[in-house]
């Protein structure tokens, strides 16, 4: 049996709260920052893989280790730059940081993000305009 507050539509009820939470008062208590929270943890992981790699100097075909070697765990991250030749395989299983492709990636990021905050801000700024003119 559901409870009553899935029947009426509301999501859930909330202690302290005066009834249920519905669909816009779960948006305006932290909803919508998922996504940037989960962008940052992706920049920040990045940022620990590729200091990992420099910090133990493995950045030529000649100072490849693995990821053993290395302590890497989060595998669709790194798979993800191997994909994009900032960390590449010398031999099965041996990777190094290729700085030149790395350079590369982040500028292509820092151009990704800068569409989307342009996009946003544009967003914003039709929405303002729209409900205030």
Do not use: C
């Not at 005066?18 to 920040?44: D, Q, R």
């Not at 960390?87 to 790395?102: H, I, K, Q, S, Y």
């Not at 342009?118 to 205030?132: E, K, M, S």
């Amino acid at each position: 049996m559901l409870p009553e507050s899935l029947h009426t539509g509301h999501l859930y009820l909330k202690p302290g709260l005066e009834g249920p939470i519905t669909l816009n008062s779960a948006f305006m208590t932290g909803v919508p920052y998922l996504p940037a929270m989960m962008a940052i943890l992706i920049v920040v992981r990045t940022r620990k893989l590729i200091d990992r790699f420099k910090n133990t100097g493995t950045t030529s075909p000649g100072t490849a280790k693995t990821t053993a070697e290395l302590n890497i765990r989060s595998r669709s991250l790194f798979k993800r730059l191997v994909r994009r030749q900032v960390f590449v395989e010398t031999a099965p299983g041996r990777f190094f940081l290729d700085e030149t492709n790395l350079a590369a990636y982040l500028v292509k990021r820092k151009m990704r993000v800068t569409a989307i905050v342009v996009i946003l801000v544009l967003l914003i700024l039709a929405d303002f305009y729209f409900w205030h003119f």
